[in-house]
Nanobody, 123 residues
Framework: VQLQASGGGLVQAGGSLRLSCAAS????????TGWFRQAAGKEREFVAG????????TYADSVKGRFTIAGDNAKNTVYLQMNGLKPEDTAVYYC?????????????????WGQGTLVTVSS
């Protein structure tokens, strides 16, 4: 699976951005896809993930109610809609794919990574 992330940029606190993750090599509807982020000096952390079988998405507590993950099967693309952005959301965001959401969340489990896209939220 090849993943291409885009959509990062500079936004003021309270603003919104939508990240996109275009997949190729495998239909995303057959795997779990998600987003991670890594702020400067910190470890990479799970943000959101879902499996395209109608199951509900999983979110980190820090983004619940503000971020929404969704997919477009026809475009083989997963999106992360980010609303109410805060300065602490500033990070490089990565999309990832794996067999299940728990596998995505497991740091030692095998998963596919896209390149990062930088999100900067100014106060």
């Amino acid at each position: 699976v090849q993943l291409q992330a885009s959509g990062g940029g500079l936004v003021q606190a309270g603003g919104s951005l939508r990240l996109s993750c275009a997949a190729s090599g495998r239909t995303v509807s057959t795997i779990a896809t998600g987003w991670f982020r890594q702020a400067a000096g910190k470890e990479r952390e799970f943000v959101a993930g879902f499996l395209w079988n109608g199951a509900s998405a999983t979110y980190a507590d820090s983004v619940k109610g503000r971020f929404t993950i969704a997919g477009d099967n026809a475009k083989n693309t997963v999106y992360l809609q980010m609303n109410g952005l805060k300065p602490e959301d500033t990070a490089v965001y990565y999309c990832a794919a794996g067999a299940t959401v728990p596998i995505l969340q497991n740091p030692s489990a095998r998963k596919y990574w896209g390149q990062g896209t930088l999100v900067t939220v100014s106060s």
